[in-house]
């Protein structure tokens, strides 16, 4: 849906983001009310004491109305101050509300999502857009109702003042306002083209710094140097065209401005030096402040109106996201407790792609507290079982239970509790080794964390560590080894107590030390619990309970380590053995 300059339905639901902060919202328009008062009342005063006690030499009386607009422009700086201050705190506020529920709204999204939405585009929406919806509160929406108020005020007191001196000014702004309107749509398709390149730039930057170790290591610098600047000069170029719109608009604007001064100044002084009563002295001073007062927020009210189109634009952006209904369907009502472990596949099909089956129809059945290991070449679908197990999509047919309840009766939550995954490519925040592992669980103390890592044998490579489990990782855990990393990952995973246990290709690609450790702390995490093992390492997984072979989509074998090596030109026993010709 592409912004429109002014979508009344979308700034509708903007302004229910003020509800909570209703006495602040009427605040601020109290407060600008009372400040185009004070502004419009300046000059007037100005006029009165020209004309009363200037012209007629009464030094009192100037004393008086000096204090007098002093005593004034003391409130008008009260009012300017809550005025500006209420409305970028309200702003703020609203800012914090709408990223809260974006970023919740993000969190339930189901795994297809990102794999279709780039990263980068989450962050500009989360950070930079929502900033921009500030704006509309701090810079246009409450600054334009201020500026047209100082502007109806003056023209009541200009009318009163002098009606038809007033007349020379009113003809005057019609031309400014079809100039500011020209100008406004100009800045509307300007400031959209600004956004997507934002958008387009942040993107950029962000995979290539997350993939930097790619870049350099296939000596890609100056490629990705070269795109780079294809995209920063579109950036650049969006942006010239709101600063071309603004060089010619704004002069054009303080030309129709001085000319109507200058005509008003000339008309009037030629009527006073004549003798006419058409006006007087205290008329022509307070006009060069009241056409100021007039034209400036006239002028001012497109610049506003800019700020209001850059937060429609983001703010269109954002509910797009929040309109987006991506989630895993949530509609369990039972709370898994802690489970046997008893799981069973159904006929299960799967693709993530429509009319690409990667899971073709399989039923599998794990017994309570077996360990199973599912081996097979690259794409066979061995880790897509595990992300249909957590619900991280949903399946196209067939049905999976867990202790004889579908998965889908539970609760997403209480599921995913009773389920840990120890993943091949391990996921650091950067943050503490005891954050990570406890993902900042209150239920997870540093007792039980201290015990665990003694009991799976982790406990000591910790404490080699400066800080020990106060060390931080940094950013994807870059401070540690693979093996540590996935050390911390057995430790995050067995922490948690869950029933059933899912290792990924969790010993694929570490070092002999810290697959030993890792040994050590399959044996210990696996007990007693029900774990799926996939394993590329055949020699890892030869104790499994069974072991499932699949190919394409399909299981083709199962069985024991024994059993299946028995078989004559089987799958298995040709990957076993293919395996080991290449270790001698």
């Known amino acids: 849906m592409k912004a429109k300059a002014f979508d009344t339905r979308l700034f509708k639901r903007i302004l229910k983001f003020t509800k909570p902060y209703q006495y602040r919202f009427n605040g601020v328009i ?111 929406l409450f600054m334009i109702i201020s500026d047209l108020m100082k502007m109806f005020v003056v023209l009541i007191f200009m009318f009163y003042m002098n009606w038809k001196l007033t007349w020379i000014v009113i003809v005057a702004m019609p031309v400014l306002v079809f100039i500011t309107r020209i100008f406004q749509r100009k800045m509307q398709v300007a400031f959209e083209e600004v956004r997507n390149q934002i958008a387009n730039m942040n993107s950029f930057v962000q995979e290539r710094v997350t993939g930097m170790k790619i870049v350099q290591l296939f000596n890609r610098e100056k490629i990705e140097s070269d795109k780079f600047k294809e995209i920063n000069y579109k950036h650049k170029k969006a942006w010239i065209k709101t600063i071309l719109y603004n060089s010619i608009f704004f002069p054009i ?80 009502i039972i709370e898994a407790p802690t489970f046997k472990g008893e799981i069973e596949f159904k006929n299960v099909s799967f693709g993530y792609i429509a009319d690409e089956e990667v899971i073709k129809g399989i039923d599998l059945e794990v017994n309570a507290g077996q360990t199973i290991a599912i081996v097979g070449s690259t794409g066979a679908g061995k880790s897509t079982i595990i992300n249909l197990l957590n619900r991280f999509y949903e399946i196209n047919s067939g049905s999976i239970y867990i202790d004889k309840n579908n998965i889908e009766n539970y609760t997403l939550d209480s599921l995913r509790k009773q389920i840990a995954v120890v993943l091949q490519d391990v996921f650091l925040f950067a943050d503490t080794i005891f954050n990570n592992i406890t993902l900042n669980n209150p239920e997870i103390s540093r007792d039980i964390v201290l015990a665990a890592a003694k009991k799976i044998g982790v406990h000591d490579f910790i404490m080699s560590l400066p800080d020990n489990y106060d060390f931080d990782v940094k950013e994807r855990g870059v401070m540690l080894s693979s093996g540590q990393r996935q050390l911390i990952a057995f430790l995050r995973a067995y922490v948690s107590n869950p029933s059933i246990l899912i290792l990924d290709e969790a010993t694929s690609s570490i070092d002999t030390y810290s697959e030993e450790l890792i040994q050590r702390a399959t044996e210990t995490i696996t007990k007693g619990r029900t774990s799926i093992v996939i394993a590329h390492r055949l020699a890892t997984i030869v104790n499994a309970d069974k072991i499932v072979v699949m190919d394409k989509g399909l299981i083709v074998e199962q069985g024991t380590h024994q059993e299946l090596i028995n078989r004559e030109s089987g799958y298995y026993k040709d990957l076993y053995e293919s395996q080991f010709a290449a270790v001698v």
């Open 30 to 140: 109290v407060f600008a009310i009372s400040l185009s008062v004070f502004a419009a009342l300046r000059p007037y005063l100005l006029k009165q004491t020209v004309d009363g006690y200037i012209s007629t030499q009464d030094q009192h009386g100037l004393l008086l109305y000096v204090v007098l607009m002093g005593i004034v422009l003391l409130f008008e700086v009260f009012s300017q101050f809550y005025f500006v201050y209420w409305a970028n705190w309200l702003g703020q506020d609203i800012v914090k509300d709408i990223r809260t529920k974006l970023f919740q709204h993000i969190l339930s999204f189901r795994m297809k999502y990102f794999d279709l939405v780039p990263v980068g585009q989450l962050v500009t929406r989360s950070v930079s857009d929502i900033e921009s919806i500030a704006r509309i509160f701090s810079q246009g």
């Open 253 to 332: 604007a303080d030309i129709i401005s001085s000319l109507t001064l200058g005509f008003i100044v000339l008309y009037g002084g030629i009527k006073i030096l004549n003798g006419d009563n058409f006006t007087t002295f205290g008329d022509l001073f307070s006009y060069t402040m009241f056409i100021a007062m007039l034209f400036n927020p006239l002028r001012q009210i497109a610049d506003k109106f800019n700020e209001m189109q850059l937060g429609m634009i983001a703010a269109n952006r954002v509910f797009e996201i929040l309109d987006t209904n991506d989630q895993i369907q949530d509609t369990g």
